[in-house]
């Protein structure tokens, strides 16, 4: 339990240190080289492909100047990509819907989280009950803690409203996943969702995983976080973000079949323990990272907004865009015809981007 708390002591002064610059920080701004990236990221797993990128070398390997900046929440972090603090980042697919519907002109060109989200309750909720009987009908009545509007909690909103239970829960909106975590402490807060790490550091603490987010009907192996830059950007440089597609395609292929180095690398940037951030990584999704920019699941995800009131309708298609990753993973795939791994992303794009 000590070293359980010590980690989210550490975990959380990470997290507190918004906007700071990753490695190999450079005065000189991104955008004078084309070979040069500022990548934004969240101290999660579900931002796996980058860490290994970088820490293998990968980038590299296809002629990028890389800088990691890490970010504690979307909002900052959209923002710096607007401002040109930032060329491109992984952002929350809830959070990029409502952009693309205020009219901000960037664009989602690849893909980073996958699921990554649990429905963390206290353990006192289900006491007594058979695992099998858990459902979210345990939460009527209570409240839940959520992360603006992430994800996870349009996932279990949506969930909600599918099961005629939207009017008896209440969501309690925090400011950061580090906030939403906290708030299992208070006593007016019954649940929360988190996204990876908070999940299993609550686990650790003695809370309980109710569901996790990518087993909910309807949102089996949602979207998370995007790959997304100015449109403008993409259409100036696309060689350069064809690289770094190609790149995290191949760090997709070493987290499949190098674990152990790949939880090494991601502990750099994750203040977690081995066994549990193996555990958030590899145990609780069928897969947290996966570079494709899954059309069909953003599609989804802005349907869900629209069916929950958070956005109105419109035009999602113009800020969706699988061009440069066909291009990237077919060059990649095309080196090795006969790796399951490049195989199964090829299957994978065919069915997600039509």
């Known amino acids: 339990m000590k070293r359980s708390k010590a980690l989210l002591a550490s975990l959380l002064l990470v997290f507190s240190l ?40 990968l980038f590299k390997d296809e002629g990028l100047n890389t800088e990691l900046v890490m970010f ?19 952002f929350g697919s809830s959070e990029l819907v409502t952009y693309l519907g205020d009219g901000h002109e960037i664009t989602v060109f690849g893909g980073a989280m996958i699921a990554g989200h649990g429905l963390i309750v206290k353990p006192e909720l289900v006491e007594g009950i058979p695992e099998e009987d858990w459902s979210l009908d345990l939460l009527k009545g209570k409240n839940i803690g959520v992360e603006g509007v992430d994800s996870g909690y349009i996932v279990y909103r949506s969930a909600a409203k599918k099961l005629g239970l ?38 650790d603490e003695g809370y309980v995983i109710l569901s996790n987010s990518g087993t909910v009907s309807g949102f089996e192996d949602h979207v998370c976080c995007r790959q997304a830059s100015l449109t403008s950007s993409l259409e100036k440089d696309p060689d350069t973000y064809e690289a770094f597609l190609r790149a995290l395609i191949r760090a997709y292929h070493f987290y499949k079949t190098e674990p152990d180095k790949t939880i090494k690398d991601v502990q750099k940037y994750v203040d977690v323990d081995e066994g549990s951030l193996r555990k958030d990584t590899y145990d609780y999704d069928s897969q947290i990272a996966n570079p494709d920019p899954d059309i069909t699941g953003m599609t989804n995800f802005y349907d869900a907004l629209v069916d929950t009131g958070f956005v109105n309708e419109f035009d999602i298609s113009h800020g969706l865009s699988a061009e440069l990753y066909d291009k990237a993973l077919n060059a990649v795939a095309a080196e090795d015809p006969d790796d399951e791994v490049y195989k199964y992303l090829l299957d994978y794009h065919k069915e997600r981007d039509k």
């Open 72 to 90: 504690g929440e979307n909002n900052s972090e959209l923002a710096a990509l607007e401002s040109g603090k930032i060329d491109v980042g992984a």
């Open 166 to 203: 939207e009017d008896s829960i209440e969501f309690s909106i925090f400011a950061d996943g580090a906030d939403a975590y906290n708030s299992l402490k208070n006593d007016d807060i019954d649940a929360a969702i988190l996204y990876a790490p908070y999940r299993i550091l609550a686990e």
């Open 18 to 57: 918004t906007g700071c610059a990753g490695k190999n920080a450079s005065a000189v701004s991104s955008q004078e080289n084309a070979d040069s990236l500022k990548i934004g990221y969240l101290p999660s797993p579900g931002h796996l492909l980058y860490f290994v990128a970088q820490e293998e070398g």
